[in-house]
């Protein structure tokens, strides 16, 4: 059984690009969040997506979008980098909406911003 | 103030000792306890989750919750080197999705 998926694994990218970062959830799991975890720190909640829609957002702004495809991947689209977007993106996958304790994390993707 | 405080360490034991990794949290909304396992460059590992207050064991595992000084604690009994990571602790509210996470304190187990 796949766990999460997340591609890619590393991503260099200059100041002012965009950039698109991808996940695919456990088996089973309908429900994606995205967080941000910069060195040395717990992971940020981003955004969630269930159901097509993103359902909650966290503090982060309006450069940070996402989307949810009908077979419940997600994509992190983040534009206008700045050097403080360097960061580890997880992406997390849910069981069933509601389920609050049961969010399992992918392996990352590394983004370094010059 | 942070919504979750957790000492980062690092925290240096000997192989077979029983370590003791804890967290405090200021919204007593909090009901879902978890602590993860993040290894170097590796993406969070759910270890133990609790709803509310109580004890909740998992082979060398414990997680115990103490609502009442909005306390966690995640106890691994007979440490292995290969335990050596970063424990996470997190928590978050019925009818809301986000987790709030600790900064992590980093664990080291020495042979």
């Known amino acids: 059984d796949a766990g999460v998926t997340q591609s890619p694994t590393h991503l260099i990218k200059t100041r002012g690009q965009q950039v698109t970062l991808r996940c695919s959830p456990k088996?089973?799991?309908?429900?994606v969040s995205w967080y941000q975890q910069a060195l040395g720190q717990g992971p940020q909640f981003i955004f969630q997506y269930y159901e097509e829609e993103e359902r909650q957002r966290g503090n982060f702004p309006d450069r940070f979008s996402g989307h949810q495809f009908p077979n419940y991947s997600s994509e992190l689209n983040v534009n206008a980098l700045l050097l403080g977007d360097s960061a580890l993106y997880l992406c997390?996958?849910?069981?069933?909406?509601?389920?609050?304790?049961?969010?399992?994390f992918g392996p990352g993707t590394r983004l370094t911003v010059l | 103030q942070k919504e979750v405080e957790q000492d980062p360490g690092p925290l240096s034991v000997p192989e077979g000792a029983i370590v003791s990794l804890n967290c405090t949290y200021s919204?007593?909304?909090?009901?879902?306890f978890m602590w993860y396992r993040q290894y170097s460059r590796k993406g969070p590992e759910l270890l133990m989750y609790t709803y509310s207050s109580g004890n909740k064991e998992d082979g060398r595992f414990t997680a115990q919750v103490d609502k009442s000084s909005k306390y966690i604690s995640l106890f691994i009994r007979d440490s292995q080197p290969s335990d050596s990571a970063t424990y996470l602790c997190?928590?978050?509210?019925?009818?809301?999705?986000?987790?709030?996470f600790g900064t992590g304190t980093r664990l080291k187990v020495l042979a």
């Open positions: 997190a928590t978050t509210t019925s009818g809301t999705y986000k987790y709030i």
């Open positions: 919204n007593s909304a909090f009901q879902y």
């Open positions: 088996s089973g799991h309908d429900t």
């Open positions: 997390a996958s849910s069981p069933l909406a509601g389920q609050a304790d049961t969010q399992y």
